[in-house]
């Protein structure tokens, strides 16, 4: 009985903690606004005002050096910066749902098209 419920209560919290992939809306450019290297193992990037909605400030995200394409993605950040923007979206799940615009999120990728 006690493993039943412990299983149970294993796949009950599950799903809590699974984030769903958002992918925030086409802009035309995307712009790098601001990036910054906290103090723990990730980039903090802010990206123009609505490119990640319900993220923080509705427009930025923490991107972890433990992501398995860290590199891959930095270098589009850079070159994002460098051109002076790109058409694209920013691929990214939200770390703690219901703050509302003040939530925090983690950048998984882009979507970069052609113009």
């Known amino acids: 009985m006690k493993y ?4 149970f209560m294993f796949f009950s919290f599950a799903g809590f903690a699974n984030a769903a992939v958002e992918t925030g809306p086409t802009q035309s450019p995307l712009k790098v606004a601001g990036l910054y290297q906290t103090t ?3 980039v903090y990037i802010a990206f123009n005002t609505g490119s990640m909605p319900n ?9 972890f050096n433990s992501h398995p394409n860290f590199d891959q993605i ?3 950040v850079l070159t ?4 002076g923007g790109i058409h694209g979206r920013v691929i990214f799940d939200t770390i703690n749902p219901g703050a509302g615009q003040w939530s ?8 970069l098209l052609p113009e």
């Open 4 to 7: 039943l419920f412990l299983t």
């Open 40 to 42: 723990g193992n990730a």
């Open 55 to 63: 993220c923080y400030n509705n427009s930025g995200g923490y991107l």
């Open 74 to 76: 930095y270098a589009q």
């Open 80 to 83: 994002i910066m460098a051109t």
């Open 104 to 111: 925090d999120c983690n950048i998984l990728g882009f979507y």
